[in-house]
């Protein structure tokens, strides 16, 4: 009986920790863009936040909230030139209609202006990142997650002029 | 055997079934009605430490928060009002912090302490830590309460924002 006991309660831990683990928010493509050396590509991420729950936008309307933010591990020859966030719309808890959020939900998308740096190597940049977000529902919030994030960008060959 | 199999699998689905709906976790068997409240000791937000023992005797509502949590804020004016209204018959509320970093960062705490003082919080705020999270089944989800009897028993527990009639209810059960 102990034994039983046992397994069943290590199941629902190990069921715990994987609610923890839990993401809420999906990157839904891989972006693979092409850009000249010297050149503005724009990349837009795409993501997909599950039915019935929405995440803070990236301006949420009070100081104590946590703002949905890309953070990105750079290679040395790309740069970002611009992060452009979708504006949220107003959301408010059935509980309390006065206060209004501002909230992604659905699927939103963020939109980067990349550029290669001067003389960068012609080939594929892997890029890495993370997606900050704060997850809810309508009656319950869930811890801040961060979700990895890729897109590759490739450095064309500059084509040298002739004279 | 097959009574283990079949329990497993039982237990699955409806762990499975709550996931999907997004709302319940797996009831952690050590925080189940009618087992006793695990004891805790925690820093209090006026530099003290704080365990549940302290409260022997007392009618508590443990609730689980964090500055992020929108809910959470929506139903703490209801806990400073019910603090007031039931303290004298024995009855107080904990608030645990779950924020990170909650008990190591001054900066969190600092942020703790406004949210608190703008609430107008009259009960003790305690600072979380991941270990009472495990203790108390992990808390996935905030708020989230435990409505602890005087024998220290817990009679009630509520995740997710509840109406405040339905917590008024609850705390009548543990008074």
Not at chain 1, 23 to 27: F, L, N, P, T
Not at chain 2, 52 to 57: A, H, N, T
């Given at each position: 009986m102990r034994t039983v006991i046992l397994i069943i309660a290590l199941g629902v831990a190990s069921q715990a920790q994987e609610v923890q683990k839990k993401?809420?928010?999906?990157?839904l493509t891989t972006p693979h863009v092409s850009v000249a050396g010297a050149q503005t590509a724009t990349v837009e991420l795409k993501f997909a936040i599950q039915p019935e729950m929405h995440i803070n936008s990236?301006?949420?309307?009070?100081?104590?909230l946590i703002a949905t933010k890309l953070t990105l591990d750079l290679p040395t020859d790309l740069s970002v030139v611009k992060t452009i966030y979708p504006a949220g719309k107003d959301f408010a808890f059935a509980f309390d209609p006065s206060e209004k959020l501002n909230v992604y939900s659905g699927e939103f998308p963020i939109t980067l202006h990349v550029r290669p740096a001067h003389g960068a190597m012609a080939g594929p940049l892997k890029v890495h990142g993370e997606l900050q977000y704060q997850a809810c529902n309508d009656r319950a919030c869930f811890p801040p997650k961060k979700l990895p994030v890729e897109f590759e960008v490739t450095v064309l060959k500059t084509k040298s002029r002739r004279r | 055997m097959i009574l283990l199999v079949a329990g497993m699998i039982y237990l699955g689905a409806r762990i499975s079934r709550n996931q999907k709906v997004g709302l319940e976790p797996p009831e952690a068997p050590q925080v189940a009605a009618g087992n006793p409240a695990p004891e805790f000791e925690l820093k209090t937000l006026d530099g003290k430490t704080a365990k549940?023992?302290?409260?022997?005797?007392k009618a508590v509502l443990l609730n689980f928060w964090a500055t992020w949590c929108e809910p959470c804020k929506i139903e703490m004016p209801w806990l400073v009002e019910y603090n007031k209204q039931?303290?004298?018959?024995?009855f107080t509320v904990l608030g645990v912090a779950m924020d990170d970093d909650a008990d190591s960062k001054a900066w969190v705490q600092k942020d703790i302490r406004k949210f608190s003082d703008e609430m107008k919080v009259n009960y003790p705020v305690l600072l979380g830590t991941s270990k009472i999270g495990d203790t108390y089944?992990?808390?996935?989800?905030?708020?989230e309460i435990f409505y602890i009897g005087r024998d220290g028993k817990i009679v009630e527990h509520a995740i997710g924002l509840k109406g405040k009639g339905e917590i008024e209810e609850n705390i009548k059960k543990i008074l």
């Open positions: 993401q809420y928010v999906s990157q990236n301006h949420p309307n009070t100081d104590n | 549940l023992s302290d409260y022997k005797g039931y303290g004298p018959q024995g089944g992990g808390v996935p989800f905030l708020p």
